[in-house]
């Protein structure tokens, strides 16, 4: 293959748990160059860390070897290198894993590894800290690769720098070389569109009746794959044949996808994604151009996870008449149980989700649920679980739990720290076992070294202008959803809501109308959260982040809805005045 051909990158795992037989589907449903697996989130993180307290050669996601046991011949046979950062806190042991697999199968493999991620030794970090990993970037994956790495193997590394280490590799571009910045935010653009795998497909979609309800025998989205170009502009689609569906549509919800500002930092490049412009390619092809990148920031942020205490968790079922009554009765009484030794955190959340004269006694119910949390296990197991039980002969008439009495569940709490990139030992171990250090990418006129544990700040961007507003007409109250699409997602206890229009005149209206206040309006739960609205005019797109949403994270399961993934649903089912025009 000459540097003039495409590079074809795939995916094959968005998450740890993802569908399993998609390592080999990908392999035998068309050409690649490049495999790619993304099992690493803060929680898996932390799921890993106590399999590591609770056996040291652990650590890793052990599901990536079942896959590979099947398809390393495969991948040998088609000529794909492997990329995954399955290697979680521990990628040398897995490294080993698989070269024992390899020798096991018969199947001759250049295995290589990237670590120095993992910062527990190298910080002062609080007390109960399990993990510390610094997201890096995909410099170690192209030292591997360029050194004929068949699989490499990584800790924690950014998702999209398990493509943008592969097209370093492929077209040569160096990650200290200004010259460079733009291809590479391109590949860090389409990494970030191929991260969580299906979504990019059709998975997960707002508008999910065109991607399945058209065709009935595409219930299966394919997982996607990138054409990238030598300048760093990509073609996204998926194998022909496969399920799903590839259009501007679900690039765009990916691309919004868990993502802040319009400077997407990467460790090896930061992308403007205000830049960013997509276009139907033809059928389930999108093509992304214009990708302006700019030098990397000097910090790395470090992923911390703890366990933060002690959870546990009864629902009450409240049927038929008197709901708030009866809602009401249970919790005075609990309340008064729990008073000589209250957990120090007590949320009560009540679903109506009850009907009129229902036909089933559970459409007749809704659900009063309790939720504790403390340090302290044993003030939040059976101390509480069993005290809502002693309820059952006393309390609203038609009482019961939907699960029996437990004792509390450890939770995690997750923080972003940021350090110095130059003081983390970002190493690849080769396949010939020489370890070669990876020097942080930074442009030259940014220092080395910058303040630890804060991140990196920078000038604000002027707010680009607004499309003409739409004139004067007759409105009709309608789900904001009827005209435009959204995603959300969480990034800590931060998450974002995605929104973004499908016609220009969608687009005309809803920039001028979601503002911030219309936003907490609509979304009661962030009146007393800090919102900043960012405007992407070239995706038609609003890109709000709510702090301090989700709390301590998804490990903490404080809310109901723990990593805001249905926060742009909810927005979407609201209704507002929109111009009929448009519907």
């Not at 990019?200 to 997982?223: H, K, S």
């Not at 699960?403 to 110095?420: I, L, Q």
């Not at 700040?457 to 009827?482: F, H, I, M, Q």
Request: hydrophobic share 40%.
């Amino acid at each position: 293959m000459t540097t003039a051909a495409p590079l074809r990158i795939g995916n094959a795992s968005g998450f740890y748990g993802d569908r399993f037989d998609a390592l080999r589907e990908m392999l035998t449903d068309g050409p690649l160059d490049v495999l790619t697996g993304d099992y690493l989130a803060e929680l898996t993180l932390l799921i890993l860390g106590r399999d590591r307290l609770k056996d040291p050669g652990l650590g890793y996601a052990r599901t990536f070897l079942r896959q590979l046991e099947e398809c390393l011949g495969l991948a040998r046979d088609r000529g794909v290198k492997i990329v995954a950062n399955a290697g979680g806190l521990n990628p040398a042991a897995l490294a080993d894993a698989v070269r024992a697999l390899a020798d096991r199968t018969g199947v001759p493999t250049a295995v290589a590894h990237v670590e120095g991620d993992d910062l527990m030794g190298r910080g002062d970090w609080a007390p109960g800290v399990l993990t510390a990993n610094a997201y890096l970037g995909g410099a170690g994956i192209a030292a591997c690769l360029r050194a004929g790495a068949d699989v490499v193997v990584t800790g924690r590394v950014t998702d999209a720098a398990l493509v943008t280490g592969p097209a370093a590799a492929h077209f040569g571009w160096r990650h200290d070389d200004p010259a460079a910045l733009d291809a590479l935010a391109g590949a860090l653009v389409a990494g970030h569109v191929l991260e969580c795998g299906t979504q990019a497909t059709g998975g997960n979609y707002p508008f999910f009746q065109e991607v399945f309800t058209a065709d009935p025998g595409a219930r299966r989205p394919g997982f996607p794959l990138a054409e990238i170009h030598p300048d760093g502009t990509s073609v996204i689609t998926k194998h022909p044949g496969t399920g799903g569906l590839v259009d501007v549509g679900t690039v765009t919800a990916q691309l919004l996808y868990e993502t802040g500002d319009v400077r997407y930092r990467g460790p090896d490049v930061t992308a403007r994604l205000d830049t960013v412009r997509l276009a139907q390619d033809g059928p389930d092809r999108v093509r992304i151009s214009g990708v302006r990148g700019e030098a990397p920031p000097p910090t790395l942020k470090v992923g911390l996870n703890r366990i933060g205490g002690w959870r546990n968790e009864v629902v009450f079922v409240l049927t038929g008449l008197d709901i708030e009554d009866k809602a009401r009765l249970v919790r005075e009484q609990l309340e008064g149980a729990l008073a000589g030794d209250r957990p120090a955190d007590v949320r009560w959340e009540l679903a109506r989700t009850e009907h009129a004269d229902a036909d089933t006694e559970e459409r007749a119910s809704a659900y009063l649920r309790l939720v504790v949390r403390d340090p302290d296990a044993a003030r939040v197991g059976r101390a509480v679980s069993g005290a809502a039980i002693e309820l059952a002969l006393g309390s609203y008439p038609g009482f019961h739990v939907t699960a029996p009495p437990g004792k509390g569940t450890p939770y995690g709490v997750f923080e972003a720290r940021y350090v110095p990139a130059a003081e983390v030992p970002h190493t690849a171990v080769l396949p010939d076992g020489t370890r070669t250090p990876i020097a942080a990418a930074r442009a030259p006129e940014q220092p080395a070294v910058t303040t630890s544990y804060a991140p990196l700040s920078e000038p604000p961007l002027p707010e680009p202008p607004l499309p003409e507003p739409l004139p004067p007409g007759p409105v009709r109250l309608a789900p904001l959803g009827c005209v435009a699409g959204a995603r959300s997602g969480d990034k800590g206890g931060d998450a974002n809501v995605g929104v973004w229009a499908r016609t220009e005149d969608a687009w005309r209206w809803l920039a001028h109308h979601l503002t911030v206040d219309r936003f907490r309006e609509l979304l009661p739960e962030t009146a007393h959260l800090a919102v900043v609205r960012h405007v992407l005019p070239n995706l038609r797109a609003l890109n709000f982040t709510v702090e301090g949403i989700l709390g301590e994270g998804v490990a903490a399961r404080a809310r109901f809805d723990p990593q805001g993934k249905a926060l742009g649903e909810w927005l979407r089912s609201r209704r507002v005045e929109i111009p009929e025009v448009l519907l």
